[in-house]
């Protein structure tokens, strides 16, 4: 995957299927320490502690659909390729945490991508699943949290069509204020 942006939907989308209700992604850029720290946490079934080594292995997946699972594995090369590592904690029936660092100046980090795209496509697409999205950069931090922004709408669906744009642009605003430290 060429963007990291598209890591965290692969991992959100692991989350909901092990039946995540909320997961909580957090972005830190420290340029002081030259860090890029991505973390996604859910609340769904959690990894079985003899199966957490399994899945950083490119030749295991739980899924029946295929024999590979590659997006724990490359989540890690990505990181690894940029001066960091990846490390996942799991809590069987309290759910799991996924962290990965990166060099923020290394030549092979891949860009962070379009985040507000991302988080906007998991909050219209899983209406009933809360996203709490928080992102950093030095002194600056946007939050966004979708049971406040449904809440907001009122009677309006989640799903409505237009509001993946309104949602896109909502969060965009909130990252360009953290982008102009």
């Not at 502690?49 to 739980?62: A, N, Q, R």
């Not at 990505?78 to 309290?94: F, K, T, V, Y």
């Not at 950069?137 to 509001?163: H, K, Q, V």
Request: charged letters at 25%.
């Amino acid at each position: 995957m060429r963007e990291l942006s598209l890591h965290v939907l692969d991992i959100v989308q692991n989350s909901i299927a092990a039946g995540a209700r909320t997961v909580d992604v957090t972005v830190s850029e420290d340029e002081a320490s030259d860090l890029l720290t991505i973390e996604v946490v859910d609340d769904g079934a959690g990894i079985p502690s003899d199966i957490l080594e399994s899945v950083l292995d490119p030749f295991y997946t739980s899924r029946t659909t295929r024999k590979v699972g590659l997006g724990l594995p490359l989540f890690r090369e990505a990181a690894r390729a940029a001066g960091g590592d990846l490390d996942i904690e799991s809590w069987p029936g309290r759910g799991t945490k996924v962290r990965a660092t990166f060099r923020m100046s290394h030549i092979d980090r891949a860009p962070l991508g379009d985040m507000a795209e991302t988080v906007a496509l998991l909050v219209v697409c899983n209406p009933d699943v809360r996203f709490r999205y928080r992102h950093t950069r030095g002194a600056r931090t946007f939050c966004f949290d979708s049971e406040e922004f449904r809440s907001a709408l009122g009677d309006i669906p989640p799903t409505a069509p237009a509001l993946a744009g309104v949602l896109k642009n909502l969060i965009r605003e909130g990252l360009d204020s953290v982008q102009r430290a």
